[in-house]
C-alpha cells in the first residue's frame, strides 16, 4: 500500500513539473507571433463633399535594422466612406530582413479647404534608416474629392522633396516648397475643384518664383560673387561684388525649367512592392538661377562657386 501511495506521488510531481516546462516554452512563442500581427488604426471622420469619409491603416511593426529603430509601419490604406465602404487604396511592402536597414512607410490625413471645394489631402512618407542626411525630405502628396458623387483623386501621389506649406486663408492654389540645389522656391498648383483635376498655376517653360529665406550666417569675413543683370545662356561680364560678413543679403527670386508630371489619377498598381507606380512629380533641373540683393545691389547668381561663396545649402 505504502509502495502504492508512493508512486502516485511520484507520478502527480512528474505531471506538475511536465506541465510548468509546458507553459514556460509556450510563453515567448506566443509573445514572439504577436510582434508579427497586424494592428489597424483610423484616421477621421472627414467631411468631404458632404460624406463623411475614414482613412484607415492596417500597420506591423518595422524591422529594427542596424540603427534599432521601432514603431509601425504602413502596409495597407483605405479610404471608406461612412458605410465601411472602400472608395480608395494602397498597399505598402512588408519589409523581409534585409541586413542593416530599416524602412517605414507612414500615411496622414488632412481636410484641405478652398475657396470652392473641399478635399482630403493624403501625404505618404516613406523613413528608411541609415540614411544619408538631404537639405529636404522626399515624400508623397495626392489630393482627393467629390465629384458627381464619388470620392475621386485629382492626381497620382506627386513626389516632392520638400513639403507642402500652409495657406494663411482659404485658396484653390496648393503651394509646395521645394528642393531647388541650393535654395528653396515656392511652386504652387492650382486645384480645379469641378473637374477634380491640378495644374500648375504658372504657365511657362522656365518660370521665375518665389523663395524661402536661407540661413546664410556662416560665410566668409570677405568674399565676392558675380552678379548677372539677366537670366541668359553665358553671363558675359558678370559683375564681380563684394559681400563682407555685415553685407545684408536678400534671396529676391529662383528661375528654373520646373519639370511637372501629375501621374495617374486611376491608382495604383496593386503590387506592394511597387506602391508609387501611378506617382507624379515635381522636380527641378541642375541648371538654376537664383536672384539676390547684396547690401541694395540686385542681380542673378548661377554659378557653383558663386553658391558656395554665399554660404547657400548644398547637396551631399
Known amino acids: 500500500m505504502k509502495r502504492l501511495v508512493v508512486l502516485i506521488a511520484i507520478a502527480a510531481a512528474i505531471a506538475f513539473f511536465w506541465e510548468s516546462g509546458r507553459n514556460k516554452v509556450q ?8 510582434k508579427t ?21 492596417e500597420e506591423k511593426p518595422r524591422l ?39 524602412d517605414a512607410w507612414s500615411v496622414t490625413a488632412t481636410v484641405l479647404a478652398g475657396r ?4 482630403l489631402m493624403i501625404n505618404y512618407a516613406l523613413d528608411s534608416e541609415p540614411s544619408a542626411p538631404t537639405p529636404e525630405n522626399d515624400s508623397w502628396w495626392q489630393l ?17 522633396q520638400g513639403d507642402l506649406l500652409p495657406n494663411d486663408s482659404a485658396s484653390d492654389v496648393l503651394r509646395f516648397k521645394v528642393w ?3 535654395y528653396r522656391i515656392m511652386f504652387p498648383v492650382s486645384v480645379n475643384w469641378a473637374e477634380g483635376k491640378l495644374a500648375p498655376a504658372m504657365r511657362c517653360d522656365s518660370c521665375e518664383y518665389d523663395v524661402l529665406p536661407e540661413d546664410l550666417s556662416d560665410r566668409d569675413d570677405l568674399t565676392f560673387v558675380r552678379l548677372c543683370p539677366t537670366v541668359q545662356g553665358e553671363c558675359a561680364n558678370p559683375q564681380r561684388t563684394l559681400v563682407n560678413k555685415d553685407s545684408v543679403i536678400e534671396l529676391v527670386a529662383g528661375h528654373a525649367a520646373v519639370q511637372w508630371n501629375e501621374g495617374s489619377a486611376s491608382g495604383p498598381s496593386g503590387d506592394p512592392n511597387h506602391p508609387m507606380t501611378n506617382e507624379g512629380t515635381i522636380a527641378v533641373p541642375e541648371q538654376v538661377w537664383l536672384k539676390v540683393r547684396i547690401d541694395g545691389k540686385e542681380g542673378w547668381l548661377h554659378e557653383e562657386e558663386d553658391f558656395t561663396a554665399l554660404r547657400l545649402p548644398f547637396e551631399q
Open 180 to 182: 531647388a540645389h541650393h
Open 144 to 160: 482627393f474629392g467629390v465629384i458627381d458623387g464619388k470620392l475621386k483623386a485629382f492626381s497620382g501621389p506627386i513626389s516632392v
Open 27 to 34: 510563453t515567448p512563442i506566443a509573445t514572439e507571433s504577436a
Open 64 to 102: 529594427p535594422g542596424s540603427t534599432q529603430e521601432t514603431g509601425n509601419t504602413v502596409v495597407k490604406m483605405e479610404i471608406q466612406d461612412s458605410m465601411g465602404n472602400v472608395a480608395y487604396e494602397r498597399t505598402f511592402p512588408v519589409q523581409t530582413e534585409l541586413e542593416g536597414f530599416s
Open 37 to 57: 500581427e497586424s494592428t489597424g488604426r483610423r484616421l477621421g471622420p472627414f467631411v468631404i463633399g458632404g460624406s463623411e469619409y475614414r482613412v484607415v491603416l
Open 116 to 119: 470652392t471645394g473641399t478635399g
